[in-house]
């Protein structure tokens, strides 16, 4: 059976980006066709400045949001990776095998490092490292596919690189994984610069839709989403990037592709209230579930608790494996 491994970063509240990207594909395909596991990464929330609190808060809260999305413990594997010592462990031996020169050309190190630096800030060594640790979380367990959005490519072909370089220099020891990302709204943009993707991270703002937003707030944001002074709505994401937005996210709740959807609309107003709509109904469901989620927290506990034995019974043979090999 098809191994696949995915999963989010406790860094702020889940998006819809988060949703339509990658969450809605593992609860409606991958748990029921493959072996899956889906991970809270909160030691990736640690590469910049953070909030243990708040890190704990949101470890939570991801996890309490994948239930309500769907994902089912008795078909899937649901866990936090601090939880499971494995991803740490090979980690390290991940950073004896990868460059300093590979890791410095990660677009996201780059990116991030930037705006630390503007902030004022240093920049921690674990965001320079944090794509080994997610190749670690990978190939630890013999991933097969990563069900991920369009912003994890250079570190899905990261992961590959250094399965193989492992594998060529220490004998086969991985599985070489490959990322594979929705046709539609792989890449959800940020409502008010769709130039930029709609980060979870982003200071909370008006072009993030959350997942537990309020159907006012959704209503609100969609309907002040900036599009262009054109009229007609065509999708085109180089020339009209807000208006195909919008056209991606309303394709992807309702189904359908966004080119013929644009045809058959006449002002942007009308785009927005329908897909505002749409969003809210997409929305709703699991809302209600993370609702009465939130109301038998010691249901949760037990989930991640048995989820993250299930996990390390997975992982550890190939990590012990990987350990000999490299010539501990
Ligand atoms: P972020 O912190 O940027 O929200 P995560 O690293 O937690 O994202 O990513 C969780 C999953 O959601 C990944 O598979 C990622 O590719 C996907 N994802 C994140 N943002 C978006 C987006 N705006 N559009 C599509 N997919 C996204």
């Not at 095998?97 to 902030?119: H, L, N, P, S, W």
């Not at 982003?202 to 900036?226: F, H, N, Q, S, T």
């Not at 359908?256 to 058959?264: I, N, S, Y």
């Not at 609309?265 to 997409?282: F, P, Q």
């Amino acid at each position: 059976m098809t191994r696949v491994f995915s999963g989010v970063k406790p860094t702020g509240h889940l998006t819809l980006g988060n949703y339509l990207g990658a969450m809605r594909r593992w609860v409606d395909v991958d748990q029921h066709q493959a072996d899956a596991l889906f991970c809270v990464v909160d030691l990736h929330a640690l590469t910049v400045d953070h909030d243990p609190g708040r890190v704990r808060r949101l470890s939570r809260q991801a996890a309490t949001l994948l239930l309500a999305s769907g994902l089912d413990p008795e078909l899937c594997t649901v866990f936090v990776q601090s939880h499971v010592d494995e991803h740490a462990r090979l980690s390290y031996l991940l950073e004896c095998v990868a460059t300093d020169g590979e890791m410095r050309r990660m677009i996201q190190y780059k990116e991030k490092a930037a705006r630390e630096r503007e902030r004022g800030g240093s920049v921690r060594l674990s965001l320079l490292t944090y794509p080994v640790l997610m190749a670690a979380d990978i190939l630890a367990y013999g991933t097969d596919e990563v069900p991920v959005g369009d912003d994890q490519t250079q570190h899905g072909e990261l992961t590959r690189d250094l399965a193989v370089r492992f594998n060529q220099r220490y004998g086969h020891t991985f599985v070489v994984p490959r990322a594979t990302r929705p046709q539609i709204a792989a890449r959800v943009m940020n409502l008010q610069e769709p130039t930029s993707k709609m980060g979870k991270s982003d200071d909370v703002g008006p072009g993030v839709v959350y997942l537990l937003d309020e159907p006012d707030a959704v209503r609100k944001k969609i309907m002040r989403a900036m599009t262009d002074s054109g009229q007609d709505v065509v999708y085109d994401p180089e020339a009209r990037p807000g208006v195909s937005n919008l056209l991606e996210i309303l394709a992807a709740c309702e189904g359908g592709d966004p080119e013929t959807l644009g045809g058959a609309y006449e002002s942007y107003g009308a785009l927005k209230k329908d897909t505002a709509e749409a969003v809210i109904e997409l929305l709703r469901p699991v809302q209600e579930r993370h609702k009465r989620l939130c109301a038998d927290p010691s249901y949760v506990e037990a989930v991640l608790r048995d989820g993250a034995v299930k996990a390390r019974e997975m992982a550890r043979p190939r990590v012990d494996a990987a350990y000999r090999a490299i010539g501990l």
